[in-house]
């Protein structure tokens, strides 16, 4: 009888789907991690044998299930386990079913070996138990996985749409800025005060208009580098800095700007980048102190420096603080999003975003970029 020769071959038949499985490239796993295969299924397919060889044996499809599947049992319980089991090691969907199919190997060699005999019913027996057991392994094993890739994907998206309401909230921050600037001054706006209310106002025009074509392609695929000059980069960027510096009561200092240098790059991304690392100085430096923007060119990069007097990062801070909706200081006004956006659009213009933690004093915020040279006129 099969039950017999299973019985009393187990160890026989567990060594050689070890042996089997050692043999393929996979992950380390342990005999306890992997309880719910081999050894579970074999005990399974045991009852199962006896219990049709009894005057009930459709009492064995509550272990085994019918043929077909489609009903609850206990080896589809295991198998099920098993699967989730493999996935969180991170195997294939083809270790799953290999290691029912090297029992099932196993099982015929070792017969043929030793001459024994089965009946054609404990065959079919066999087969409907491997059929169900992989089954209900292989569509644990999507289902988790497939669980966990609408998870990565949902937290994607999230990531996105928080981007894109920190971006809103900085062009709408700026434009009423501008707006309060103008009404209070009796400010003339076709002067630079008017000019950084238009382009904050185009600037939402643009962020709205590059999330909808977001929706059908990736924004990488829409960066188009160009060569722009770094000086008049730099003023324009001073011009709306200014305004948010006023309204942290802290000073702004930018350094002169050889007008020879150039940069090859996304000049939004890059003016959104500088435009977030400068919010997040004037947001933690201290009172009436000065946030200073340098930039200078240095062998074959270009560096952009912005130096704040928070008086320091917590241990550990300069790891995590690129990080999104990390937030490091006390004040949690924003979403913890602005750094994040910055190293994205630098890294985009292949640049780098570093800090340097000046204990005591404050940060160095510094954007390298390959260096140009900016077209003669």
Do not use: W
């Amino acid at each position: 009888m099969m039950h017999d020769f299973l019985s009393n071959n187990y160890d026989e038949l567990t060594a050689r789907c070890r042996e089997k499985v050692a043999q393929r490239p996979a992950r380390k796993a342990t005999a306890e991690q992997l309880s719910n295969g081999v050894p579970m299924f074999l005990n399974q397919l045991i009852q199962t044998l006896i219990l049709e060889q009894t005057s009930t044996p459709m009492d064995s499809r509550e272990i085994s299930g019918p043929s077909g599947g489609g009903a609850v049992s206990v080896m589809g319980v295991t198998a099920a386990t098993h699967g989730r089991d493999l996935l969180k090691l991170g195997f294939t969907v083809d270790q799953v079913v290999h290691d029912y199919g090297d029992l099932c190997q196993a099982i015929t060699d070792l017969a043929y070996e030793r001459d024994a005999p089965f009946f054609v019913d404990e065959f079919r027996t066999l087969n409907r138990c491997l059929d169900n057991a992989i089954a209900d392994a292989v569509t644990e094993f999507s289902y988790q996985r497939d669980s966990a890739i609408s998870d990565r994907l949902l937290a994607a998206e999230n990531t996105r749409f928080g981007f894109f309401a920190h971006e809103l909230r900085n062009h709408l921050g700026t434009a009423t800025l501008a707006f309060v600037a103008a009404k209070t001054g009796n400010l003339n706006l076709s002067g630079a005060t008017g000019s950084v209310l238009e382009r904050s106002l185009n600037g939402l025009r643009d962020l709205i208009t590059t999330t909808l074509e977001e929706v059908r392609t990736k924004v990488e695929s829409s960066v188009q580098p160009q060569l722009f000059s770094v000086a008049d980069f730099i003023t324009e960027v001073k011009i709306a800095a200014e305004l948010t510096a006023t309204s942290y009561q802290c000073n702004l200092h930018v350094t002169d700007v050889d007008t020879s240098l150039a940069i090859k790059g996304h000049r939004d991304l890059l003016f959104s980048a500088l435009a977030n690392l400068l919010q997040n100085a004037f947001k933690f430096t201290r009172p009436e102190t000065t946030v200073t923007l340098k930039v200078y060119g240095l062998a074959d990069r270009i560096l952009i420096d912005v130096i704040d007097h928070c008086g320091g990062l917590p241990a550990g801070a300069a790891d995590k603080m690129f990080t999104p909706y990390t937030q490091i200081g006390n004040d949690r006004t924003g979403v913890g999003l602005g750094l994040s956006i910055a190293r994205h659009g630098v890294e985009l213009c292949e640049g780098l975003l570093t800090v340097e933690d000046r204990p005591g004093i404050g940060c160095v915020f510094t954007i390298s970029l390959p260096r140009h040279a900016q077209a003669s006129q």
